[in-house]
């Protein structure tokens, strides 16, 4: 019997198919009743894919035309690389042969990358293991590859495929990647600029040609979100002093052709600079002309100033919105005259109309409940629209700590012109932490830190942790829950069971420990946004275990009270803090006052602290940081006042350049036991780390440190302050906080223990 045959093989387009059916007439078959489909050739195509794709089936008339059609929709398919119909009588045959799947990826002569991420961007581009291989697939996969050097930079980079065909039709693919060296910023040039210097304007940039740190930073390295946010710097800055025409002609990127150096132009046109004339309004201000008078920061008489333009027509549209007006537009129209150098700014306002807030709608938290967000909020529904509440809700949510991205957009209600709907917008971050580390610090030396902690505890803004810290001197077992709205009016309480063994600095060493166990619960009063008040109570055990080295303070407690005393302490407390940031602060105040009253059990003290922090920023670059701590404790009741409660000073944190806890005076046994009074005083000037880039963690820093501690019979006084000047550097380190201080003692006294260098790495602020 003679059979028919029709075949496309490698890649066949379908417009060839149908081409190849048309001219090869010879092949032709006439139509006829479809009796039977054979397939040919599977391996791992399962039968069902391909009988689905087939425009015929058994009983239909079958044509050449709809051969053509099944040949171009099993290749379309992209399982096949050979297509073939053969037809028998009034059987149709379907021969394929598979395209080989792939086993394994691996790659050599990678060194910048893992593997791993390597993986998932060929996964993204549809290249994975298991997945049938074809060489345009292949050719995107090198591209993908490319695209990741390229995005650091390393355009000298080369990638050779090797397929290897092994058994059971499956091919091996490796990446030979020759990575070269990494393309360098060699030179940054600025055209155009006759104000101000080009070192000037450069020193605006993040990226640069390269210093000692580039190492870390890879500011020398090019990326165009980089240069995209320079030349915005550089817009910036020209705007804010008054060149209102300038204007960033062009930017050229030239690679050298060893493909490891950049050069980079930016060609500019300044403009000429222009002063603010007169700032006028126009238009409806609500009858509150005044109110938006005084909102105003732009200045007649000074030159024209971007960013105070853009904060003042901020601070109008917020105002609008505070009275419910959620879609009023402000314009700031320059009214140029370049004849003198001036320039008229008209600030045109139309409020537009009053709405109210119809839902606040929650999307992108999977895990934290509804009601965790919802209680955060100072903007209610189906009441006025106000932006003022609004921005206070969107940063309560966010200082919880749970998203890494908070947002709320105004959505208006097609046919209802005086309503609006929010939208809160958060995008989850794991809220779970489990730690085991390590810190060390001149004072402690090597301790062990370990934890389990969850603040979002099955989406309920609830926090739980257990810490464990095995240092030298302080060690401690710690279980501590918090529920942040413990009463509807967002009162919080927070419970804590510890064990701790503490055993203060001395020079002799000594194994002597006092041992802590204890209890206590604490509730938080929230009186302003700013604001909390603290109160509490508990009870603790101490015993004093002797040991070498013991100071004579302890015997002589111990003899009192005996090695075992319980205390049950009350604390009141209040907390005002309006800083920018809580790692890296620049601006703003905390203030924290701690009372504690011991009122039962075998102690009767009184115990209080102050610390005070003032930022100040002075420029982009530099804050003025100012601390104040005072610690004050008394024995009531005719006791004594306990001595494990005494404050210590010396080292980082307090007076730098003396010793870890070595102020104050000593026992007969020349231990160093602290005292009952404290007085803090540290101020510093911060800057960032030259060529830290966007790194704001990494700090440099001088300081000047005044301090002492006192006993409960001295008096305080200021003549034998301690006092110390110096240079440092923090830095928020990938192994943990990292803190060092070269220091001078400028005030000190005979028997002071100096220690001019001090550091501290891995432990917590």
Same mark, same amino acid.
């Given at each position: 019997?003679?059979?028919?045959k029709l075949s496309l093989r490698g890649l066949a387009v379908p417009a060839l198919a149908a081409s190849m059916f048309v001219s090869l007439s010879a092949w032709a078959v006439e139509p006829f009743a479809l009796r039977d489909i054979r397939l040919e050739g599977l391996q791992r195509v399962e039968p069902g894919t391909v009988f689905a794709s087939l425009p015929f089936r058994v009983g239909e008339t079958y044509t050449d035309e709809r051969g053509a059609a099944a040949i171009?929709?099993?290749?379309?398919?992209?399982?096949?690389?050979?297509?073939?119909?053969?037809?028998?009588?009034?059987?149709?045959?379907?021969?394929?042969?598979?395209?080989?799947?792939?086993?394994?990826?691996?790659?050599?002569?990678?060194?910048?990358?893992?593997?791993?991420?390597? #993986?998932?961007?060929?996964?993204?581009?549809?290249?994975?293991?298991?997945?049938?291989?074809?060489?345009?697939?292949?050719?995107?996969?090198?591209?993908?590859?490319?695209?990741?050097?390229?995005?650091?930079?390393?355009?000298?980079?080369?990638?050779?495929?090797?397929?290897?065909?092994?058994?059971?039709?499956?091919?091996?693919?490796?990446?030979?990647?020759? &990575?070269?060296?990494?393309?360098?910023?060699?030179?940054?040039?600025? *055209?155009?600029?006759?104000?101000?210097?080009?070192?000037?304007?450069?020193?605006?940039?993040?990226?640069?040609?390269?210093?000692?740190?580039?190492?870390?930073?890879?500011?020398?390295?090019?990326?165009?979100?980089?240069?995209?946010?320079?030349?915005?710097?550089?817009?910036?800055?020209?705007?804010?002093?008054?060149?209102?025409?300038?204007?960033?002609?062009?930017?050229?990127?030239?690679?050298?052709?060893?493909?490891?150096?950049?050069?980079?132009?930016?060609?500019?046109?300044?403009?000429?600079?222009?002063?603010?004339?007169?700032?006028?309004?126009?238009?409806?201000?609500?009858?509150?002309?005044?109110?938006?008078?005084?909102?105003?920061?732009?200045?007649?008489?000074?030159?024209?100033?971007?960013?105070?333009?853009? &904060?003042?027509?901020?601070?109008?549209?917020?105002?609008?919105?505070?009275?419910?007006?959620?879609?009023?537009?402000?314009?700031?129209?320059?009214?140029?005259?370049?004849?003198?150098?001036?320039?008229?700014?008209?600030?045109?306002?139309?409020?537009?109309?009053?709405?109210?807030?119809?839902?606040?709608?929650?999307?992108?938290?999977?895990?934290?409940?509804?009601?965790?967000?919802?209680?955060?909020?100072?903007?209610?529904?189906?009441?006025?629209?106000?932006?003022?509440?609004?921005?206070?809700?969107?940063? #309560?949510?966010?200082?919880?700590?749970?998203?890494?991205?908070?947002?709320?957009?105004?959505?208006?209600?097609?046919?209802?012109?005086?309503?609006?709907?929010?939208?809160?917008?958060?995008?989850?971050?794991?809220?779970?932490?489990?730690?085991?580390?390590?810190?060390?610090?001149?004072?402690?030396?090597?301790?062990?830190?370990?934890?389990?902690?969850?603040?979002?505890?099955?989406?309920?803004?609830?926090?739980?942790?257990?810490?464990?810290?095995?240092?030298?001197?302080?060690?401690?077992?710690?279980?501590?829950?918090?529920?942040?709205?413990?009463?509807?009016?967002?009162?919080?309480?927070?419970?804590?069971?510890?064990?701790?063994?503490?055993?203060?600095?001395?020079?002799?060493?000594?194994?002597?420990?006092?041992?802590?166990?204890?209890?206590?619960?604490?509730?938080?009063?929230?009186?302003?946004?700013?604001?909390?008040?603290?109160?509490?109570?508990?009870?603790?055990?101490?015993?004093?275990?002797?040991?070498?080295?013991?100071?004579?303070?302890?015997?002589?407690?111990?003899?009192?009270?005996?090695?075992?005393?319980?205390? *049950?302490?009350?604390?009141?407390?209040?907390?005002?803090?309006?800083?920018?940031?809580?790692?890296?602060?620049?601006?703003?105040?905390?203030?924290?006052?701690?009372?504690?009253?011991?009122?039962?059990?075998?102690?009767?003290?009184?115990?209080?602290?102050?610390?005070?922090?003032?930022?100040?920023?002075?420029?982009?670059?530099?804050?003025?940081?100012?601390?104040?701590?005072?610690?004050?404790?008394?024995?009531?009741?005719?006791?004594?006042?306990?001595?494990?409660?005494?404050?210590?000073?010396?080292?980082?944190?307090?007076?730098?350049?003396?010793?870890?806890?070595?102020?104050?005076?000593?026992?007969?046994?020349?231990?160093?036991?602290?005292?009952?009074?404290?007085?803090?005083?540290?101020? &510093?000037?911060?800057?960032?780390?030259?060529?830290?880039?966007?790194?704001?963690?990494?700090?440099?820093?001088?300081?000047?440190?005044?301090?002492?501690?006192?006993?409960?019979? &001295?008096?305080?006084?200021?003549?034998?302050?301690?006092?110390?000047?110096?240079?440092?550097?923090?830095?928020?380190?990938?192994?943990?906080?990292?803190?060092?201080?070269?220091?001078?003692?400028?005030?000190?006294?005979?028997?002071?223990?100096?220690?001019?260098?001090?550091?501290?790495?891995?432990?917590?602020?």
């Amino acid at each position: 019997m003679k059979i028919k045959k029709l075949s496309l093989r490698g890649l066949a387009v379908p417009a060839l198919a149908a081409s190849m059916f048309v001219s090869l007439s010879a092949w032709a078959v006439e139509p006829f009743a479809l009796r039977d489909i054979r397939l040919e050739g599977l391996q791992r195509v399962e039968p069902g894919t391909v009988f689905a794709s087939l425009p015929f089936r058994v009983g239909e008339t079958y044509t050449d035309e709809r051969g053509a059609a099944a040949i171009r929709s099993l290749f379309a398919l992209g399982l096949f690389k050979d297509v073939r119909i053969e037809v028998s009588g009034d059987v149709v045959v379907v021969v394929v042969e598979e395209r080989p799947t792939i086993a394994d990826i691996t790659f050599s002569g990678v060194k910048e990358f893992d593997n791993d991420v390597l #993986r998932k961007s060929l996964r993204d581009v549809g290249l994975t293991d298991a997945r049938p291989f074809d060489k345009a697939l292949a050719d995107r996969a090198e591209q993908e590859l490319k695209r990741q050097y390229l995005s650091r930079s390393m355009y000298a980079v080369d990638i050779v495929t090797t397929v290897t065909p092994i058994e059971r039709n499956r091919v091996n693919l490796n990446f030979s990647v020759t &990575e070269g060296d990494v393309a360098k910023i060699k030179d940054i040039r600025i *055209v155009g600029n006759s104000a101000f210097s080009e070192s000037t304007l450069r020193d605006l940039f993040d990226l640069d040609t390269g210093g000692w740190l580039s190492w870390y930073t890879k500011s020398d390295r090019y990326s165009r979100a980089k240069l995209t946010a320079d030349l915005e710097n550089l817009r910036s800055f020209y705007m804010t002093r008054g060149y209102l025409e300038f204007n960033i002609d062009s930017t050229q990127v030239a690679l050298s052709p060893n493909k490891e150096d950049m050069s980079i132009t930016i060609n500019i046109t300044e403009g000429n600079p222009y002063v603010v004339s007169s700032v006028k309004m126009e238009g409806d201000f609500l009858g509150k002309d005044e109110d938006f008078k005084r909102l105003i920061t732009v200045e007649a008489g000074k030159p024209y100033n971007i960013d105070r333009v853009t &904060e003042t027509t901020k601070a109008f549209t917020d105002y609008f919105g505070a009275f419910g007006f959620a879609f009023a537009r402000v314009e700031a129209l320059p009214q140029i005259n370049r004849a003198n150098g001036q320039v008229a700014l008209v600030l045109q306002a139309q409020p537009s109309r009053r709405a109210y807030v119809r839902r606040i709608n929650i999307a992108g938290n999977n895990r934290t409940r509804d009601e965790v967000i919802r209680r955060e909020f100072r903007q209610f529904e189906s009441a006025w629209y106000d932006s003022d509440r609004i921005k206070l809700s969107r940063d #309560r949510v966010d200082r919880l700590g749970y998203f890494t991205q908070v947002g709320i957009d105004t959505q208006e209600i097609p046919g209802v012109p005086d309503q609006v709907d929010l939208l809160v917008t958060v995008a989850e971050k794991p809220t779970g932490n489990l730690s085991i580390g390590a810190g060390y610090s001149q004072s402690e030396k090597l301790s062990f830190i370990g934890g389990v902690k969850q603040e979002n505890v099955f989406g309920t803004g609830n926090y739980l942790g257990i810490d464990l810290n095995t240092s030298k001197f302080n060690r401690q077992v710690a279980v501590t829950t918090t529920d942040p709205y413990f009463t509807k009016d967002g009162i919080s309480r927070t419970a804590e069971v510890f064990y701790r063994t503490t055993r203060p600095f001395t020079q002799q060493g000594g194994d002597y420990q006092l041992v802590t166990p204890g209890f206590n619960v604490r509730f938080g009063i929230p009186f302003t946004e700013t604001d909390t008040v603290f109160f509490g109570a508990g009870i603790e055990s101490t015993k004093i275990i002797s040991g070498t080295s013991m100071p004579a303070a302890y015997l002589e407690f111990a003899q009192l009270y005996g090695v075992r005393s319980v205390s *049950v302490p009350l604390t009141l407390g209040w907390t005002r803090d309006d800083r920018d940031s809580a790692l890296v602060p620049t601006l703003g105040r905390l203030q924290k006052v701690q009372a504690e009253l011991g009122v039962g059990g075998d102690t009767r003290y009184a115990r209080g602290n102050y610390q005070f922090q003032q930022y100040i920023p002075l420029n982009r670059q530099f804050t003025v940081a100012l601390n104040a701590d005072l610690g004050w404790g008394k024995g009531v009741g005719g006791k004594v006042f306990p001595v494990f409660k005494n404050f210590f000073g010396g080292g980082l944190g307090s007076v730098r350049g003396f010793e870890q806890g070595t102020l104050g005076s000593r026992d007969v046994t020349g231990a160093f036991i602290g005292g009952s009074k404290k007085v803090g005083l540290n101020a &510093e000037l911060l800057a960032p780390f030259p060529g830290a880039g966007n790194d704001r963690t990494l700090r440099v820093f001088g300081f000047m440190d005044v301090g002492n501690v006192y006993g409960e019979t &001295e008096k305080v006084d200021f003549g034998n302050l301690r006092a110390s000047v110096g240079v440092g550097l923090s830095w928020l380190s990938p192994v943990g906080p990292l803190r060092i201080a070269f220091a001078n003692p400028v005030r000190k006294f005979s028997g002071d223990k100096i220690q001019k260098v001090q550091f501290q790495i891995g432990t917590s602020f």
